[in-house]
């Protein structure tokens, strides 16, 4: 006799919800981040988003002289901007599996930004 598995969830890559966003039938929080104070890394590295470009450790410290970058877009994400991580294989011969994270600002909270910021 055989018993069929009617209550098992589907995969993850089929199953509602797989693409990254919760579904919620409450509305977003309204978009209202906090500026970081001028000067700092945070100020640095909300640029370099507002730009357009996506950072990854290696490219802050370059550019920065700063390994901190976790840390800053902790402090922007606390600050109300939601900067999003996009994780990237990056093996070596003593990591095989490591990954390192890519990091931007997506294109319409930039958009949104700088309407408020013109006072739109």
């Known amino acids: ?6 209550s098992q969830a589907p995969a993850p890559s089929t199953a509602t919800g797989a693409q990254g966003e919760q579904l919620s039938f409450l509305p977003p ?3 209202c981040p906090t500026w970081p104070t ?20 290696p490219d802050f410290e370059a550019r920065t002289q700063s390994w901190r970058l976790g840390a800053v ?5 606390c600050l109300g901007w939601p900067v999003v991580t996009i994780e990237i294989p ?8 490591r990954v390192i994270a890519l990091y931007h600002l997506p294109a319409r909270y930039v958009a949104e930004a ?5 006072g739109c």
């Open 1 to 6: 006799m055989t018993t069929s598995r009617k």
């Open 29 to 31: 929080p309204p978009f």
């Open 90 to 97: 990056s093996p070596t011969e003593h990591s095989p599996d």
């Open 114 to 118: 700088l309407a408020h910021q013109r």
């Open 73 to 77: 877009v902790f402090q922007l994400r």
């Open 38 to 57: 001028r000067g700092t890394l945070a100020d640095t590295a909300l640029g370099y988003f507002m730009d357009g470009q996506k950072l990854d450790h």
